[in-house]
């Protein structure tokens, strides 16, 4: 949780590695009166935080496994941590498939470092836009076109997803239609929270709370809630 003081405090992923005592990296979006406060910050400014909170994402019960990530939108911070993680022990895991789906290539954040991440062994990364511009070389539609291209191992593979709900469960859909088990899928949810610790319930999601029990939730776990609109 990151405190501006006198303005407010915003849940924000952690995108560095865990295990880097030295650095607590974020990448932040603009969207209202707290995110534009802290873009206004400058070097040497104070900012308050708490945590970190929530559930994470259990990379050590994946290694040896192929990880798909499928992100959409902009909302791919918690995924771009899960990738960070895994490029720097890359032998502990299988093949990385990224699959990223965005609606116009401006929207793309993070440029560089999916071309960096193309060029690491055993690392496919694809992307879509729903609009695509002449300049744009790659895939065209939603995110879920994709499964129809990459190869994946629905045996061996664990699928990380972020981004807005209406993707994550299309996408739950088609990777279940293609033969993966729930029990494989992992989503990070968002819902306003304000107090991090399961008190004030404004993040209640079903019988969870998404910042105590949440983010990360596998999929077999939260199905009945995530069907219903607006829980
Ligand atoms: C678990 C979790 C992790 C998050 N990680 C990140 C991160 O790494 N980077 C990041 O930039 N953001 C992240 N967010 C979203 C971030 O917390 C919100 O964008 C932020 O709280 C908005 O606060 P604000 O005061 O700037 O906007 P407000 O003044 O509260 O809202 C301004 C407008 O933005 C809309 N808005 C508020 N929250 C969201 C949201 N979550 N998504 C879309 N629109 C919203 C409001 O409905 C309103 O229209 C995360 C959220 C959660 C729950």
Not at 82 to 108: E, Q, S
Not at 128 to 149: E, I, S
Not at 207 to 224: H, L, N, T
Request: charge should be positive; charged fraction near 25%; include cysteine.
């Amino acid at each position: 949780m990151v405190y501006i003081f006198g303005v407010g405090e915003v849940p924000i992923s952690i995108v560095s590695d865990p295990t880097d005592p030295e650095l607590l990296d974020h990448t932040i979006r603009v969207v209202g009166r707290t995110t534009a406060a802290l873009e206004k910050l400058k070097e040497g400014d104070t900012v308050g935080l708490r945590g970190p909170y929530g559930s994470r994402w259990p990379l050590e019960d994946f290694k040896g496994k192929d990880v798909i990530i499928v992100t959409g939108g902009l909302g791919c911070a918690p995924a771009v941590s899960v990738i960070n993680y895994i490029v720097k022990r890359r032998d502990d895991y299988g093949a990385l498939k990224i699959l990223h789906g965005i609606k116009t290539p401006k929207d793309l954040l993070y440029r560089d470092r999916f071309r960096a991440w193309r060029r690491i062994p055993n690392t496919e990364v694809s992307l879509t836009v729903d609009h695509p511009d002449r300049q744009w070389k790659y895939n065209v539609g939603v995110v879920t076109n994709l499964f129809n291209q990459v190869r994946i191992d629905y045996q061996n593979s664990v699928v990380m997803m972020c981004g807005p709900e209406t993707m994550m469960k299309y996408a739950v859909r088609g990777l279940l239609s293609q033969g993966m088990s729930e029990g494989r899928i992992y989503l990070s949810l968002e819902r306003n929270m304000k107090c991090a610790i399961g008190f004030c319930g404004h993040c209640q999601f079903g019988p969870s709370f998404i910042c105590k029990e949440g983010p990360v939730f596998r999929y077999d776990r939260i199905k009945p809630w995530l069907e219903i609109r607006e829980v």
